[in-house]
């Protein structure tokens, strides 16, 4: 038997005024989707900003439907439409932001599982880290280098 240690590093931004310029606007622009979001049996809405190699800004928001399964995270929705649209692009960065209506979330929401392996997939196929900053309605941003980092033990095409 052996084992195998695994260790993420996540970076912690006390407040969004510590981010990089562009950062705080790609997290802005997260918030402002997440109040777009249509979600109304969790009112947990959330809002997620992609920035492209290109320079375009997309953004996407969670879509519920009464039959959960059928519905759509922030995150899956900004990035298949970023991929749809400009399918040679890479993807810089992904900021999120989440929370329930209403109410003040100062715990930075991280992406699901879903989320994280259809992130990853665009990792491996640009060949090349996607960093992730995510945070509540407010407070603390944390900051991970690359979807990999925060989904270790990746399943990939090389699995199939």
């Given at each position: 038997m052996k084992r195998i240690k695994i260790e993420t590093e996540i970076v912690v931004f006390e407040t969004e005024a510590e981010l990089p310029v562009q950062v705080k606007q790609l997290v802005t622009q997260a918030k402002q989707?997440?109040?777009?979001?249509?979600?109304?049996?969790?009112?947990?809405?959330?809002?997620?900003?992609?920035?492209l190699d290109n320079g375009e800004i997309i953004t996407g928001n969670n879509q519920e439907n009464a039959s959960y399964p059928s519905g759509l995270c922030a995150e899956r929705t900004a990035i298949y439409y970023a991929k749809a649209t400009y399918p040679d692009a890479k993807i810089k960065c992904i900021a999120l932001a989440g929370g329930v209506t209403g109410k003040i979330n100062r715990n930075p929401v991280p992406p699901c599982g879903a989320c994280r392996q259809a992130m990853v997939e665009y990792e491996i196929k640009q060949t090349q880290p996607i960093e992730?900053?995510?945070?509540?309605?407010?407070?603390?941003?944390?900051?991970?280098?690359?979807?990999?980092?925060?989904l270790p033990l990746i399943f990939d095409k090389s699995q199939l």
């Open positions: 989707a997440r109040l777009k979001a249509y979600a109304p049996y969790s009112n947990f809405k959330v809002g997620a900003a992609i920035l992730i900053y995510f945070t509540g309605t407010e407070g603390e941003v944390l900051k991970s280098c690359s979807v990999a980092n925060v």
